[in-house]
């Protein structure tokens, strides 16, 4: 057998130890990795085990909360049949998420939102650089649920458009290079590639989101009564405003606690605060009746070249029927808002009455018997009294004569025989000077001074609606109530179920308050101041009234007047008791000249405006028998 050599021994040797060490050391390595796996493996699966052993502070940080409001539906107002005169309309907007909206679909959106495709990529790219504080990019408001665009994009959502997407996506490690980069022999410098995906997708970003905006159906006719809502949908003025505790109600409150582990899912709502929905208000206020006032009020006005005009329609327990001021703004219309046309006259103004208090001086003195107001008693008119002086056309006048010819000396003459105590205490009885607690807010009680404080003339001029006494206009009604009470006057109602005093206030007799009302109906004929307010077949009572306006505290001489109507139909009953007022108007019906306007009275303005409503009030209830007889003398007026 040949021996082997040394050298060649010791060689095969070295080279089998070399190859057992490096076998060594790969195993080592690959033992190492192996260990390095299971020790991660492990410390997870513990984490796992003994999750439910976090504090309260680690899941306090796991979790977040958030409330969401359930908005109150403002309360409706509602006139005396439940007509709406102000609710919420129900709209929709359109928001949008630009970062969402695929690009294929802008064509086909913008022709569902009705709007060019060039201004929709305007706005969303303007939201996309920024150039727009708001989360969403809101492209449509106050759509009605009726609207064309809505219908749109319910059409919008059931089409699908082939969409390709493609993404970055990053390439996973191995295990082993995993295992590699943990140990440090790799770097961890991530791979990616592009992936493109492609299907038929509906759009995305697009939302619709409720809204409501308050709605006044009956426009300007109501808007310095009802009033409005401000930005904050928040009673402003009128009604709105002074009935907010009722109309508004309460958001309610939704507490959410959002797991953020979970994707947005949440746990527990808890409910923080119900919901209360805002109360309906329910008015007196016939719709229809304060529509034909209205009407009358505006032709007048813009007629009559007035500063303004305001009128109230009462029914004989107090209830008001119409309350209406012009100019007034359509409450609909946010872009013409004006704070003077939501300015409720009839409630907010004090002004002098003038003539229109008259037969409440003739009625004390006949309660008194201090007259008869007979055919055969006569007063001396040729006497002057204070600064009243005869005007030259009369000698004696009756009471009828002079409440028909609204004859200021022939009143004064009355007035010197009663008591200024008894004056003051039956005009306060009336309500002047007295708040008539309808809308506080707004309302101005007037003025009566206390009778130690007049002075010899004011007594007298009391008596013809002038010196110590302001009124408003609704006060001024209120008081023409005695002739459809018998002598009485109700507290006035604007709330139909509100709880106000059965009691009525007695200021005079029956028998007194007949027969002045009997006098009254003389000053609505031919021979009357009040003639222009007289209807073909229906017997009207009334009075009317010229006062200066003071202006910067004096009296305008400039011929800067008020004129006045107040009046009832029918006589004997009452059912609807009106009082008008015009703001110096300027050009007023002339009988003899239509063409020729000039100076304005009661009865060539307030009287017509009176006139003009009722006519239309009265076509419409046929609950008031006509008199035939009501046809003498009857005259078209201009309008």
Request: with cysteine; hydrophobic share 35%; glycine share 6%.
């Amino acid at each position: 057998m040949k021996q082997k050599k040394p050298f060649e021994i010791s060689t095969s040797i070295v080279s089998r130890r070399v190859q057992n060490y490096w076998y060594r050391q790969g195993f080592i390595k690959y033992f190492f990795v192996l260990f390095l796996i299971v020790f991660g493996y492990r410390i997870v699966t513990i984490n796992q085990l003994h999750a439910g052993d976090i504090s309260i502070q680690e899941k306090g940080n796991k979790q977040a909360v958030d409330k969401v409001r359930n908005k109150a539906r403002r309360g409706d107002i509602l006139d005396r049949n439940g007509n709406v005169l102000a609710s919420n309309l129900i709209l929709k907007k359109v928001n949008l998420d630009p970062t969402q909206v695929q690009p294929e679909f802008i064509p086909k959106l913008a022709e569902a939102l009705e709007m060019p495709e060039k201004e929709l990529r305007s706005a969303i790219t303007k939201k996309l650089n920024g150039k727009m504080g708001r989360k969403y990019l809101i492209i449509r408001k106050n759509l009605e649920l009726t609207s064309a665009v809505l219908k749109n994009l319910t059409n919008l959502t059931k089409i699908k458009l082939k969409i390709c997407t493609t993404k970055q996506k990053k390439v996973k490690l191995s295990l082993f290079d995993r295992a590699l980069v943990m140990i440090n022999i790799k770097k961890n410098e991530p791979i990616y590639i592009s992936s493109t995906d492609c299907k038929k997708r509906k759009i995305n970003g697009v939302a619709l989101e409720e809204d409501t905006r308050r709605y006044y159906p009956k426009f300007a006719s109501l808007a310095p009564l009802l009033g409005r809502i401000n930005h904050n949908k928040q009673g402003a003025e009128g009604i709105e405003r002074e009935f907010e505790y009722i109309l508004a109600g309460q958001d309610g409150i939704l507490q959410l606690n959002f797991d953020q582990e979970s994707q947005g899912s949440y746990f527990n709502p808890i409910m923080t605060s119900k919901v209360k929905h805002g109360e309906n208000i329910e008015l007196t206020i016939d719709s229809n009746i304060q529509y034909h006032a209205y009407a009358a009020i505006k032709k007048s006005v813009n007629y009559h070249d007035a500063d303004s005009g305001s009128a109230i329609i009462l029914a004989p327990n107090g209830e008001i029927l119409a309350m209406v001021n012009y100019p007034a703004d359509d409450p609909n219309d946010k872009s013409t808002y004006n704070a003077e046309n939501y300015r409720n006259r009839v409630l907010s103004d004090k002004v002098e009455p003038g003539s229109t208090m008259k037969p409440f001086t003739m009625l004390l003195a006949l309660d008194q018997g201090k007259i008869k107001a007979t055919e055969d008693e006569l007063i001396d008119v040729t006497k002057r009294i204070g600064h009243i002086k005869p005007d030259g056309k009369y000698k004696q006048m009756t009471i009828k004569k002079i409440l028909q010819k609204s004859h200021n000396l022939g009143t004064v003459n009355v007035s010197e025989r009663l008591n200024k105590e008894d004056m003051y205490n039956t005009w306060n009885k009336l309500g002047f000077g007295r708040s008539l607690g309808l809308i506080p807010s707004i309302e101005n009680s007037g003025s009566l001074r206390h009778f130690d404080s007049w002075g010899v003339a004011d007594k007298r001029t009391l008596s013809f609606g002038h010196g110590p006494m302001e009124t408003n206009l609704a006060q001024l009604a209120r008081a023409y109530l005695v002739f459809a009470n018998q002598g009485a006057v109700p507290p006035l109602k604007l709330l139909k179920n509100a709880i106000t005093p059965d009691e009525m206030t007695q200021v005079f007799s029956k028998e007194a308050t007949y027969r002045i009302a009997e006098l009254l109906d003389a000053v609505v004929t031919w021979k009357g101041s009040g003639y222009r307010a007289r209807i073909k077949g229906y017997d009207v009572a009334g009075k009317t009234g010229t006062a200066e306006m003071v202006v910067n505290g004096s009296y305008n001489k400039k011929g800067a007047k008020r004129t006045f109507f107040t009046g009832f139909v029918p006589v004997k009953k009452p059912k609807y008791i009106m009082a008008v007022r015009l703001d110096y108007p300027k050009k007023c019906y002339n009988y003899y000249n239509p063409n020729n306007r000039g100076k304005c009275e009661g009865s060539n303005s307030a009287a017509i405006t009176f006139r003009v409503a009722m006519e239309n009030i009265l076509s419409n209830d046929q609950s008031i028998k006509t008199n035939k007889k009501k046809i003498d003398h009857y005259l078209d007026l201009p309008f």
